[in-house]
């Protein structure tokens, strides 16, 4: 059941409309100081991410963000801040991939196709440099070994380096989140100005324009009509009501 409910998850990360604020190749433009932090001090800089991810409510702190088995069976509700210090020194890879996988998630945004591109590489060079070096082991040629070493550390290089990135771009998307730059979504609107009783020329919205007559105009009522209506006659009728042949 949990693989294909990954398999779901990973279809729909590929359905998402949004992007990431910066992509990996631009990510130690958008935030160089912390690109550099990430670099030398990795564990540190998930640490801070993922507690930063969670709004710093480390009482939704869940193993791999739930996103692995082990998740939730680890003792994290009793001591999540150990939990965590254990998962990113342990299972640094697998902490920065869960995440971004939460902020993925969170924000409907999926991963560029120059991304999918660099992290692949990133995991198939870790993979042949492993490959590499068995092979070197159990053949025991000098030079062999000698290109696996060279193998491994080059897909280690590039490794830390990619998951420097990948830790700013996630600390540069919380930014935007957190509205550290950039217009804000939905902004305050600007105050209104309102008439008072004590302001002696109140605001013109609302009012008559300027050059409109604010009194009638000179000859009012128009000529024609009676100056004073007509005055109706008196009730009851004189002397003469009732008519005749009514009892009085």
Not at 22 to 30: E, K, R, V
Not at 59 to 84: D, F, H, V
Not at 108 to 113: A, E, L
């Amino acid at each position: 059941m949990a693989p294909k409910f990954d398999t779901e998850k990973m279809q729909e990360r590929q359905n998402f409309r949004n992007v990431w604020h910066t992509d990996l190749t631009h990510s130690i433009q958008g935030d160089t100081p912390y690109c550099c932090f990430a670099l030398w001090c990795a564990p540190c800089a998930s640490y801070l991410l993922r507690k930063r991810a969670l709004y710093n409510d480390m009482s939704r702190y869940i193993c791999c963000a739930g996103y692995m088995p082990c998740s939730g069976r680890c003792g994290e509700t009793k001591c999540p801040q150990l939990c965590l210090a254990t998962e990113v020194f342990c299972c640094f890879g697998t902490s920065v991939a869960s995440t971004r996988f939460l902020l993925q998630d969170e924000f409907q945004i999926q991963t560029t196709q120059c991304d999918n591109c660099i992290i692949g590489f990133m995991v198939c060079l870790s993979q042949v440099a492993c490959i590499f070096s068995i092979v070197a082991c159990i053949v025991g040629i000098d030079e062999l070994s000698e290109a696996s070493q060279l193998l491994s550390c080059f897909a280690d290089m590039v490794y830390c380096t990619v998951c420097a990135c990948m830790q700013t771009q996630h600390k540069v998307e919380m930014d935007k989140r957190d509205g550290k730059f950039g217009p804000q979504p939905m902004a305050v609107p600007p105050p209104q100005v309102m008439s008072r009783i004590d302001q002696a020329t109140p605001p013109a919205i609302g009012y008559p324009p300027q050059g409109y007559p604010q009194h009638p105009p000179q000859g009012y009522p128009p000529s024609g009509y009676p100056q004073n209506p007509p005055a109706y006659p008196q009730y009851p009728p004189g002397p003469a009501y009732p008519p005749q042949g009514y009892p009085k």
